[in-house]
């Protein structure tokens, strides 16, 4: 909602999306940045997955995580570009692409 709120538009692809659903909507919106969150530790490894095949179709797209056990480190060892504490922080690093 805070990411909608700031006029960015959001597509939600829901929970327990496949790597391949993602790359297929990167390739229907070029330009976009992706948003992953984790709310369970178990999860964070499909986070890693997701940005591995991220990077294999669409190298450039920006990738953002967050979530409640997800952590800057954590962020830099999967590869991901950025790591958001908050929706506010997140909107933050959206509008410092766009700068």
Known sequence: MMVEGAGWEVIDLGVDVSAQKFTEEIQKHPGCAVGLSALLTTTMINMEAIVTEI???AASTKILVGGAPVSDEFCKK??????SRD???AVNYLNSLVA
């Open 55 to 57: 990077r294999k179709v």
């Open 78 to 83: 999967i590869g991901a570009d950025n790591y």
């Open 87 to 89: 929706p506010q922080a």
